[in-house]
C-alpha cells in the first residue's frame, strides 16, 4: 500500500498503518559523489578516483554506501514519516555496488507501529530492481499535529 500525500507536517501516529510505503528515485552522478565525498569528509579513492577503483577488484569507482543509506534519510524526513519524524536508530546491510549511471530507488515500508510512537520502518535501496542495500529504522512520530 503506497503511502497517500504527505499531509502538511507529515503523518502523525494515529495516520500511519502497518504497509503503507513511500519510495523517492535517485540517479547518481559524479557531481552528487563528489558533494557527499565533500560533505561527509569521505574521500575513499574507490569512490573519487577512476585509476584507483580501476585497478580495484571493483573496476572502477563505486559510490559511498551511505550516501544511498542517505536517500532513505530522505524518504524519512519529507514523505514516509515526513516532517516531524525523528531517527531513533537504523541497521544498514550493503548487499551490491552502486555506480554512477545507477538510478536508485530508496523504500520505506511500516512494519510496526508501537504505541509509544516508535515506529519500525523496512528500509531498501535498489537498483534495477535488486537490492543494494536493507535494513531497518526506528523511528519517532508525532501523536498531534502542531499548531500553525
Given at each position: ?56 577488484p ?29 531517527y ?16 536508485v ?7 510496526s ?9 523496512k ?12 535494513g531497518?529504522?526506528?523511528?519517532r512520530v ?7
Open positions: 500500500m503506497n503511502a497517500p500525500p504527505t499531509p502538511q507536517g507529515g503523518f502523525i501516529l494515529d495516520e500511519l498503518a502497518v504497509g503503507m510505503s513511500a519510495e523517492l528515485q535517485v540517479p547518481i552522478t559524479h557531481e552528487r559523489i563528489m558533494a557527499f565525498a565533500e560533505a561527509s569528509g569521505d574521500h575513499n579513492p574507490l569512490h573519487v578516483d577512476e585509476a584507483y577503483a580501476q585497478a580495484s571493483y573496476r572502477g569507482r563505486v559510490a559511498h554506501g551511505l550516501l544511498s543509506a542517505s536517500f532513505v534519510s530522505a524518504v524519512v524526513g519529507t514523505i514516509l514519516p515526513g516532517p516531524g519524524a525523528i531513533l536508530g537504523q541497521t544498514l546491510n550493503f548487499h551490491k555496488p552502486v555506480r554512477i549511471g545507477d538510478v530507488t530508496a523504500r520505506v515500508t511500516v512494519q507501529i508501537d504505541p509509544s510512537a516508535r515506529v519500525i520502518l528500509t531498501e535501496c535498489l537498483v534495477a530492481g535488486e537490492s543494494v542495500l536493507e531497518e529504522a526506528t523511528i508525532p501523536r498531534r499535529r502542531r499548531r500553525s
